[in-house]
């Protein structure tokens, strides 16, 4: 199967000096989309290999960036609609945009084990 998610980010950079006084901010509130695909596999009566891939990007003169995520998932479900599951995720951030004539980049990963409830409706 295929999905859309909408992930509604507020993305936030700072720069200080201890050489001088100097401090600058930047920011951005981000609605970004990703698109992906699904894929669902029965191995037993109640227990599902599920895995998903996600990639969305996006690139101006003054903003730009990228959501890459990955998820391969083992899901036991006691009931048709609810489960357990146990995952191993990974979701890259990618952002670069200039404010106050300066030129941020905020790059953000994660990886690794997740543990987590699945609802199915």
Known sequence: GFYFNIYLMNLYAKIESNLRDFESKAGIMA????FGLVAEFKITEKLYLNGALGFFSFH???FGGGINSYDLALTYRPLRW???SLSYKQFDI???FKENAINTTIE???RGPSVGMTFVF
Not at 31 to 34: K, V
């Open 82 to 84: 609810f489960g357990f």
């Open 94 to 96: 990618n952002m670069f």
């Open 31 to 34: 609605p970004l989309p990703n």
């Open 108 to 110: 953000y990963n994660f």
């Open 60 to 62: 101006t003169d003054y």
